[in-house]
């Protein structure tokens, strides 16, 4: 029997020959081959049965262990839900807010009269610069969103603390400035008497003058000098028609001679609100507005208070 063995290179081949004994010996060995294969599997079946790797209990167990990851698979995902939930109900939360950052921004922007398009809460902040690139070596790592998210609240804890300071401090003063006692109580006319000493227009007599007066064209607008609580808006003898304001802090002004009242007692007037119409009602001569200043019960000169400013 001849062997011949072909080599990859060349396509060489070499040829080994074989007698009668190697012969016998080669069938013998390719004859017991697969009888040794079997009686291998057997033995080694035998020896995994008697370890408890193979039998009823090894396929319960392993049924028992994909059971278990099955559930524990069940709980990882419902964990991931609820945690999807909470962040979702966690970015509408800061969404909510920033929302309300935004309203109380635009508040302050009118009550400071600034410009709008300086300060434009509809659009995002302008932002820039130059590119940096990272490091070759460095190694990126994402941050973890939960601390994120707990960050921003802080950052906007702390800005609302801030703008509830502000608006509160931008309140106080419109509220002192309203209600600061500063202007005239006529939007046009003239003034035609002085406070103090002066010859009455009835008596021919020296007697006091306890307020300004100034004259006009009838039905003309007679407005408040601050803001202030209507005590008083009927008629009153020697006033006329009359408007009494309260403004707090022991001041209080009267406007008489009204033609018509457009106030009642009780209503809280803004500042250059309209009171009244010009009118000669009561003791006068013709359409003017008498106007009175009251500190802690008594007149003062309201010419000191026309040109008022609030420092």
Request: hydrophobic share 40%; aromatic share 8%; proline share 4%.
């Amino acid at each position: 029997m001849n062997i011949i063995i072909v080599g990859q290179r060349h396509g060489k081949s070499k040829t080994i020959s074989l007698g009668p004994t190697a012969r016998w010996m080669l069938l013998v060995f390719l004859a017991l081959l697969p009888f040794s294969m079997g009686a291998a599997g057997y033995f080694l079946t035998m020896m995994l049965a008697d370890e408890g790797l193979l039998g009823p209990e090894t396929a319960k167990a392993w049924e028992s262990d994909l059971s278990q990851q099955r559930q524990d698979l069940e709980k990882i995902r419902a964990q991931t839900d609820e945690q999807l939930v909470g962040l979702t109900l966690r970015m509408a939360e800061l969404q909510a807010r920033l929302t309300r950052l935004d309203a109380l921004g635009e508040r302050l922007i009118d009550r400071a009269s600034l410009d709008k398009g300086e300060f434009n809460f509809d659009e995002s902040p302008a932002v820039g610069g130059p590119s940096s690139e990272m490091d070759v070596g460095s190694v990126y790592q994402a941050p973890d969103i939960v601390s994120v998210l707990d960050q921003l609240s802080d950052q906007i804890d702390n800005r609302e603390q801030q703008l509830e300071v502000l608006d509160s401090l931008m309140g106080e003063q419109k509220i002192q400035s309203d209600s600061f006692i500063a202007g005239l109580p006529v939007q046009k006319g003239w003034m035609s008497s002085r406070y103090g000493m002066r010859t009455d227009p009835f008596t021919g007599r020296i007697a006091w003058h306890a307020g300004l007066d100034f004259a006009g064209k009838e039905g003309s607008p007679i407005v408040a000098v601050a803001s202030g609580v209507v005590t008083w808006a009927s008629d009153r003898y020697g006033y006329g028609l009359m408007v009494e304001i309260n403004h707090g802090s022991g001041y209080k002004t009267r406007y008489a001679h009204c033609k018509k009242v457009d106030v009642k007692v009780g209503d809280v007037v803004r500042k250059n609100q309209v009171l009244a119409q010009m009118g000669s009602s009561g003791r006068s001569t013709g359409p003017h507005v008498h106007f009175e200043v009251y500190k802690n019960g008594r007149t003062v000169d309201p010419a000191a208070y026309i040109h008022r400013t609030l420092r």
